[in-house]
């Protein structure tokens, strides 16, 4: 098992930035892939980001948000620049056992309680 905790949540006007970080704790040497997802009222949980053996990010926030992961830590990072309105969602971390997990929460083993991050306008 995969314990996952997230922070730095938080609210934000449109334009500014956060770091939300995701500690792991038991296994993590079965977490091989690192994920951020979200969820906004009314919506389904997507794909934010992943970080593994690659870096993927969904298109609506490539070239706005970066993911790191610091092994040392059992920490994986995703900083959120640019943020809009519609960025407002809960974040959730996430970790998958597959090397190279597609997009879908399916693919993903375990789950953070996730955080909120409020983009006022």
């Known amino acids: 098992q995969v314990q996952l905790v997230e922070s730095g949540g938080g609210l934000v006007q449109v334009g500014g930035s956060l770091r939300l970080s995701c500690v792991a704790s038991?296994?993590?040497?079965?977490?091989?892939?690192m994920g951020w997802f979200r969820q906004a009222p009314g919506k389904e949980r997507e794909f934010v980001a992943q970080i593994g053996l690659y870096i993927v990010f969904a298109s609506s926030v490539k070239g706005r948000f970066t993911i790191s992961r610091d092994n040392a830590k059992n920490t994986v990072y995703l900083q959120l620049n640019s943020l809009k309105p519609e960025d407002t969602a809960v974040y959730y971390c996430?970790?998958?056992?597959?090397?190279?997990?597609?997009?879908?929460?399916?693919?993903?083993?375990?789950w953070g309680q996730g955080t909120q991050v409020t983009v006022s306008s």
């Open positions: 996430a970790a998958s056992e597959r090397a190279v997990p597609g997009s879908e929460v399916n693919e993903y083993d375990y």
């Open positions: 038991g296994r993590t040497s079965s977490a091989a892939t």
